[in-house]
């Protein structure tokens, strides 16, 4: 692993620790940023000497805002790879378990990022959402469907279709956080080390077959083949007017005017 732009990486014995390291835009993400998760996450898998990471959030205030609307108004690179948004939500096949330490605000791409690691760690000024549909998306990048396997399809609904705010103990309730840490903001890396820790008492090699076979299990219920539909239906949801009003009404920090069109 080499030095990268958006993204801070250590290593700390068999630990990796990942930050997404653009704090001034909330560690929201645009093209580069994916680009450069995908290698990371590639060469983590690939590392016999790596086995538990940590992703996390620089700063106090910010897991990651999700998708960056602000390169996406002004047509920049706003591309995901094909392992998916962070590198992350459509990696389908990965054997070794990544923790989210979620430090702050984790909406959108970041809420589907955590969503897809195996577990989650919450700070006690964190705030979960899939807030797409208040700018004309939708959760595509997994949010839909992983969120609706991992509490059900009512309370999923309910966050999905409203894009509410859930903060951590709701979080834990729901079944969306394994842990929630007493500490704010960069502090819950703290009790996310300490997770990874147990981890890492344990044989990496049981693990990895651990998740060996709950990859099979997944594909009982092909995630996959949803995902592909989720992309075709994304395509068709950015040519509509409503699309282009939420994202400019976003910007412009105004209320949306729905066209539904």
Same mark, same amino acid.
């Given at each position: 692993?080499?030095?990268?732009?958006?993204?801070?990486?250590?290593?700390?014995?068999?630990?990796?620790?990942?930050?997404?390291?653009?704090?001034?835009?909330?560690?929201?993400?645009?093209?580069?940023?994916?680009?450069?998760?995908?290698?990371?996450?590639?060469?983590?898998?690939?590392?016999?000497?790596?086995?538990?990471?940590?992703?996390?959030? !620089?700063?106090?205030?910010?897991?990651?805002?999700?998708?960056?609307?602000?390169? @996406?108004?002004? +047509?920049?690179?706003? /591309?995901?790879?094909?392992? +998916?948004? +962070?590198?992350?939500?459509?990696?389908?096949?990965?054997?070794?378990?990544?923790?989210?330490?979620?430090?702050?605000?984790?909406?959108?791409?970041?809420?589907?990022?955590?969503?897809? @690691?195996?577990?989650?760690? !919450?700070?006690?000024?964190?705030?979960?959402?899939?807030? $797409?549909?208040?700018?004309?998306?939708?959760?595509?990048?997994?949010?839909?469907?992983?969120? @609706?396997?991992?509490?059900g399809r009512k309370m999923a609904m309910e966050m999905i279709l409203t894009g509410r705010h859930v903060l951590p103990d709701e979080a834990k309730e729901l079944?969306?956080?394994n842990r929630v840490s007493s500490k704010e903001g960069s502090g819950v890396m703290e009790d996310a080390r300490a997770l990874a820790e147990e981890i890492l008492?344990?044989?990496? /090699? /049981?693990?990895?077959?651990?998740?060996?076979?709950?990859?099979?299990?997944?594909?009982? $219920?092909?995630?996959?083949?949803?995902?592909?539909?989720?992309?075709?239906?994304?395509?068709?949801?950015?040519? @509509?007017?409503?699309?282009?009003?939420?994202?400019?009404?976003?910007?412009?920090?105004?209320?949306?005017?729905?066209?539904?069109?």
């Amino acid at each position: 692993m080499g030095d990268y732009e958006f993204v801070k990486v250590e290593k700390e014995g068999h630990l990796l620790i990942v930050t997404l390291n653009r704090p001034e835009n909330y560690n929201a993400l645009h093209g580069p940023a994916h680009k450069e998760l995908h290698e990371i996450w590639d060469a983590y898998e690939a590392d016999n000497d790596l086995w538990v990471a940590i992703v996390t959030g !620089a700063g106090d205030k910010a897991f990651c805002s999700g998708n960056d609307l602000k390169a @996406t108004a002004m +047509g920049g690179d706003i /591309s995901s790879p094909p392992s +998916g948004f +962070g590198g992350l939500t459509s990696r389908l096949d990965r054997e070794k378990p990544i923790i989210a330490a979620v430090n702050g605000v984790a909406m959108g791409g970041g809420m589907e990022i955590a969503l897809s @690691t195996d577990l989650i760690v !919450a700070a006690s000024n964190a705030k979960f959402a899939l807030p $797409e549909v208040k700018v004309g998306l939708f959760a595509a990048a997994s949010g839909v469907q992983r969120l @609706t396997r991992n509490i059900g399809r009512k309370m999923a609904m309910e966050m999905i279709l409203t894009g509410r705010h859930v903060l951590p103990d709701e979080a834990k309730e729901l079944g969306i956080v394994n842990r929630v840490s007493s500490k704010e903001g960069s502090g819950v890396m703290e009790d996310a080390r300490a997770l990874a820790e147990e981890i890492l008492a344990v044989s990496p /090699s /049981s693990v990895r077959a651990s998740k060996r076979v709950l990859n099979e299990y997944e594909a009982m $219920e092909p995630l996959s083949q949803s995902l592909e539909a989720t992309g075709k239906v994304m395509m068709e949801l950015m040519q @509509t007017q409503d699309f282009q009003e939420g994202v400019g009404a976003f910007v412009a920090k105004r209320k949306p005017e729905w066209k539904n069109a």
